[in-house]
C-alpha cells in the first residue's frame, strides 16, 4: 500500500511538471516581454529584472527539478551548483537564488516590457554600417506591478539595437511592436 501511494505521489509529480507551461523552456526563453535585453540594461540594479537572470533560473530549475529532484540523475549535481552559481551571477547576489530553484509555487515575475520601433521607412533611411547593420533606436516602456496587478512605477528610455540591413524579412523581436 505504502509503495503504491509512493509510486502514484511520484508519478503526479512528474505528470504536473510536465505540462506545467513554465517548464518548457524553449517558450520562457522566446518570451521577452516581461525582462530587459542586452541593449536595454542600464546597470546592475537591471540585473534581477533581465532576461539573463530569468533563462539562468529557468535553466538552474529545470536540472534540479527534472533530474536531482526525481532522482533521475544524481550525477548532474556539479552541473545544478554550476548552473545556480551563474543564476546568482546574471541576478546579483541580492537574489535567493535556491529559493527560487526550490520553490514549487515560484513563477518569473519580471515587470512588464514593451518595446516600440520606428517605422521601416525610418529604419530604411539609416545608413549601414561597414558590416551591413543599421543602429535603431528605439523606446522601451518597463512597467512594475503589484501581486494584484497594479501599476506601481512606470520606467521609460532609449535603447539602441543594430539592424541587419534585410530586417524586413527578420522577425520582429519578440515583445515589441513592430510598425507594419
Known sequence: MVIAVLAWVLVSFRLSFAQDPANDLDTAYRDETRCLVGPELRGASDAPISCYCRDALLDARYVYRTYLLTSKDPRLRGAYLTLEHYATQMCGKAHDTVRVVSDTEWRWT???????????????????????????????????????????????????????????????????????
Open 110 to 180: 519580471g515587470p512588464d516590457v514593451m518595446r516600440l520601433y520606428p517605422p521601416d521607412d525610418q529604419i530604411e533611411k539609416l545608413t549601414p554600417d561597414a558590416n551591413g547593420f543599421r543602429t535603431v533606436q528605439y523606446d522601451v516602456r518597463v512597467t512594475y506591478r503589484d501581486p494584484q496587478g497594479h501599476a506601481m512605477k512606470v520606467e521609460k528610455f532609449k535603447a539602441l539595437e543594430r539592424m541587419p540591413s534585410d530586417f524586413k524579412t527578420s522577425a520582429c523581436p519578440a515583445g515589441a511592436v513592430c510598425p507594419k
